[in-house]
């Protein structure tokens, strides 16, 4: 174990240090081996000195000649320092017992910079403002700094990147302390100078880390408090963020955004909040902008990582992320990730479920009805925190220039949803934002704010499926579906454009959408099917039974529906005449309860079970003409060893062949010549049937889906932990 | 008598003979919930037929009614206006909350072969579209002009389509083009579905059957 020298800076802090101190020397002796414990005084009119001397021999005291601040008395003390690393303490911190080793362990490999503890507030109930693990986001030419939530996943990975080790609880490389100049002296009296330090590092390519299993206990503010109004605290916090953009910032555009809005930033304040902070930390950083622009030019080890790459790159959170077992993931879903209410909340279920037993995985969905938050005790038992936002679309009008699809925008990029979303980046350090359809992945930018790997699955393609729609559609419908195919199709690729990774259900799906940005990372992660609910009998089916399943609110099963029952039944009622038809699903629209006035046909609307219909079923029939992606409800009639007809439509993303796992019919004759076939030999049924079961068990299992999820996510982490300069 | 001319030509409504109505929820959930509660607990002899917003009313979904205006396209719009039309309800109730984005249910509202109208406000007051209140139609309107918000959107929308759509139109015609010239573009690099991009080493995660994943 290395030695270190434990820095307490003091002024006027008697009762403080009498406090502190005990704890500290216990903490060494725990630890065992040769540490120093130092006292750096800022002069102080108290008896601090005379104190400590008196009652704690073992410490080292360092007397300054006058108060040097923060800033002034570390950096000497650190340079009075015997150990090569240096463990800075505020006089208002109690460290625990074990805080000492966990903290020097971490300095395992010559890259690491700091380490710095997990701080909890001494004062039992008060909101806990700082963790110790820190992160900031860059938005609108300001960067906003930020400590995190910490959870078990942090203690499991022992060390997780920090963007800046705080200067009153962490443990340096004192070289590497040197070498970037220490704390600067811009940041007198206090404040952004463990930022500014730890940020230089970052750029030279040197890891500040947080250890949530050192622990210290902080009296917040607890010296400061007695020299500054906390109103006089927030601007020079204000105006020392501005003097570290001012000095730190490289980037011409970066900058250039910075002084751009600064304005708005003063307006929106004074608007909003009736405050001053920035306008007056405005006027206090111009007065020392000339020392901020000379700190630019002071010799420091050369930049390896660009601004960009530090503040809305990855490279901070993915410099050890990429090794990690078990990952932190969130899922945003347009609505609640149930089971039985329709295939894809069913997909967005069973991927959860898998990936929960591997990682910590939290969810934020949309609900649309009460009756819905039923569900969330279910995602509760295996995730890691559930966040249910109701839909209520938002009534201002989304695009002036009618170029954006303002359903999609009114109805999912609510306010509410952005502020949990922004809520939950902002307390939880997440590797991965798993967005379920274009409805969620429109909000991918408060994601990369963040800095988090992004990935979305895209259900079903939606210019894909106006596209298809259209070459269904009526002549005047035509140039209305146009219009609408071209928003969408621009829309989406500025979407997915932003994402790190993309997921389709069909090979075709993935196509349609690489075609348009050959930049994008598509991959095909198809629909599974439950094999261990859906499970066949051996209980004969009924005689002359179809069966059609599907939520009705989704367009294409009421179109298939309204196809089959005009187009197709018919034709098998020539040669079947007592056939009939179960149609089986919720949300049944006026159109389709309309059906049932043809003979042999029954809607049942929603059912609490659908397997009994699946095993009464002599064909399950899929004629489905629109929409995209991949309908589970064939995988279900697989898994229940029902034979399938369907069309190209239908069994798209399916690697099968017509006559072998099951029927393919592209028009009304065909598609009823199938079902009769079918109906009248028992032998090609069971034939397909067990073709189609062996295929489902084979290749769509959930566990298998879930698997290439993890894959997919492995890779992207991969990629993100590579240095961008 | 029916439709826009009952607002001058019919008699004063007489509410015991109503027998059939239409709720247009052309407001927020909150307002819509009134309007609701209020109609069923002052007129539960008439058949009532709500006709929602697809997005709006998610509580409303499993409840005794007819319509949901989720028609995206302008024919299927028509065919909505038209089935209602067909109904000829005795009454039709339109809010007129003072909200943005219903413009076009509460068109709807006026063109619904309606034998009389009725409009609520964000209170929940609510006055007969006829001839007899028409001082009441007239204060409504002043009030809104007073308050600004609702005419001022109407102002601002009808602007975005006159002035903005072209502009954004041409822009969408130039975006799409380019977006399909880089789609043919690619096309021409594809090879039969197993190479999804340039950048893309796979479009599928090859996986061993017992569902561990390979590396690619």
């Not at chain 1, 056939?579 to 029954?602: C, K, M």
């Not at chain 1, 079902?675 to 566990?703: F, T």
């Not at chain 2, 006159?162 to 090879?191: E, H, K, Q």
Request: hydrophobic share 40%.
């Amino acid at each position: 174990m290395r030695s270190c020298s434990i820095i307490i800076l003091t002024y006027n802090g008697r009762d403080l240090l009498a406090e502190g101190i005990p704890s500290v020397i216990e903490a060494v002796r725990q630890a065992g081996g040769d540490h120093e414990i130092m006292i750096v005084d800022n002069a102080s009119s108290d008896d601090s000195v005379e104190f400590v001397r008196r009652n704690f021999p073992s410490v080292r005291i360092l007397p300054l000649d006058r108060n040097y601040r923060f800033v002034g008395g570390n950096n000497r003390g650190i340079l009075a320092a015997r150990h090569d690393i240096v463990v800075l303490l505020n006089n208002d911190m109690v460290v625990d017992r074990n805080f000492l080793n966990p903290l020097l362990a971490g300095f395992s490999d010559e890259s690491v910079f700091a380490v710095t503890s997990q701080i909890f507030f001494q004062e039992k109930g008060k909101r806990r403002e700082e963790t110790g693990k820190t992160g900031f986001f860059w938005d609108k030419g300001m960067l906003y700094a930020y400590h995190e939530e910490v959870d078990s996943l942090d203690l499991e990975r022992r060390y997780v990147p920090t963007v800046w080790a705080g200067g009153g609880s962490a443990a340096y490389d004192r070289r590497k302390f040197i070498a970037l100049g220490m704390f600067d002296e811009l940041y007198l009296p206090c404040y952004v100078d463990d930022l500014d330090l730890s940020y230089a590092a970052w750029g030279r390519g040197w890891k500040s880390l947080f250890c949530a299993a050192s622990i210290v206990y902080h009296k917040h503010r607890a010296t400061h408090v007695r020299q500054f109004t906390p109103e006089e605290l927030d601007v020079i916090i204000a105006a020392h963020q501005l003097l570290f953009l001012w000095k730190n910032l490289t980037s011409p555009v970066l900058l250039l955004s910075h002084f751009f809005f600064l304005p708005f930033h003063i307006l929106n304040q004074i608007r909003r909040e009736r405050k001053t902070t920035l306008l007056k930390a405005v006027a206090s950083a111009a007065r020392r902008a000339p020392k901020a622009i000379r700190s630019r030019f002071v010799r420091r080890p050369p930049r390896l990582i660009s601004d960009r790459a530090l503040l809305r790159g990855r490279y901070i959170r993915r410099s050890i992320g990429s090794g990690q077992q078990r990952l932190r993931v969130l899922f945003v879903c347009p609505y609640m990730p149930c089971l039985g209410s329709n295939a894809g909340a069913n997909r967005m279920f069973e991927i959860i479920r898998h990936l929960a037993a591997r990682h910590a995985v939290s969810v934020i969905t949309f609900y649309d009805e009460d009756s819905k938050t039923a569900h969330i005790p279910e995602l509760q038992e295996f995730c890691t925190k559930v966040i249910a936002v109701r839909r209520r679309p938002s009534l201002r009008a989304p695009s002036w220039f009618h170029i954006k699809p303002k359903d999609l925008l009114r109805e999912f990029a609510t306010p509410e949803m952005k502020a949990a979303l922004r809520k939950e980046m902002r307390s939880n350090d997440f590797d991965i934002a798993q967005f379920e359809y274009l409805q969620t992945a429109q909000l991918v930018d408060i994601a990369v704010r963040f800095n988090v790997a992004t990935a979305v699955t895209e259900h079903e393609v939606p210019a894909r499926k106006l596209w298809r729609d259209l070459r269904h559609a009526g002549a005047p419908e035509k140039l209305d579906l146009f219009y609408q195919w071209m928003v969408m199709l621009r829309y989406q690729d500025s979407i997915y454009a932003r994402f790190d990774s993309l997921a389709a259900l069909t090979p075709e799906d993935s196509k349609y959408i690489a075609r348009f940005n050959p930049r994008l990372r598509v991959y095909t992660l198809p629909m599974g099917v439950d094999l261990s609910y859906f499970r066949p009998d051996s209980s004969p089916p009924d005689r002359h039974t179809l069966l059609f399943t599907g939520y009705f609110r989704h367009t294409p099963n009421v179109d298939a529906m309204q196809y089959f029952v005009r187009d197709v039944l018919p034709g098998v009622r020539t040669r079947f005449p007592d056939v009939r038809t179960y149609i089986v699903g919720g949300e049944v629209p006026r159109e389709l309860r309309e059906l049932e006035s043809h003979a042999g046909v029954t809607v049942t609307g929603w059912v609490d079970d659908i397997r009994p219909y699946y095993r009464r079923a002599t064909v399950f029939v899929a004629p489905l003409r629109l929409g995209t992606g991949m309908r589970g409800k064939v995988l279900e009639a697989w898994a229940m060893k029902c034979p399938v007809v369907t069309t190209p439509v239908g069994a798209e993303g399916y690697d099968c062949r017509s006559g072998h796992e099951l029927l393919i019919a592209d028009d009304a004759g065909g598609f009823a010549e199938a079902v009769i076939r079918l109906l009248e030999d028992p032998a090609l049924r069971s034939q397909m049937a067990d073709r189609g079961y062996a295929k489902a068990h084979a290749d769509y299992s959930w566990s298998a889906i879930g698997c290439r999820y993890e894959q997919m996510y492995r890779q992207m982490m991969q990629e993100h932990s590579a240095p961008r300069s | 008598m029916r439709g826009l001319v009952s607002i001058v030509l019919a008699p004063p409504p007489d509410e015991s003979r109503f027998r059939t109505g239409l709720m247009i929820l052309s407001c927020s959930e909150r307002y819509a919930v009134a309007i609701r509660r209020f109609a069923e607990e002052h007129y539960p002899f008439i058949a009532w037929t709500i006709l929602y917003r697809y997005d709006s009313t998610g509580a409303f979904r499993n409840s005794r009614m007819m319509f949901s205006s989720d028609a995206i396209t302008v024919r299927k719009k028509l065919d909505l206006l038209l089935a209602i039309r067909r109904s000829r309800y005795d009454v039709v109730y339109t809010a007129w909350t003072n909200e943005q984005s219903f413009g076009p249910l509460k068109v709807l509202g006026l063109l619904s072969n309606f034998r009389y109208h009725r409009i609520f406000n964000e209170n929940i007051d609510a006055f007969y579209l006829h001839r007899s209140n028409f001082s009441n139609l007239r204060r409504h309107l002043l009030w809104r002009l007073a308050s600004h918000s609702e005419i001022r959107y109407v102002a601002a929308n009808v602007f975005s389509w006159i002035v903005l759509f072209p502009l954004g139109f041409v822009y969408l015609l130039l975006r799409v083009s380019f977006l399909l010239l880089r789609g043919l573009v690619t096309a021409g690099r594809w090879r039969g579905g197993g190479q999804t991009s340039r950048r893309s080493p796979s479009d599928r995660i090859p996986m061993e059957k017992d569902g561990s994943a390979l590396n690619q």
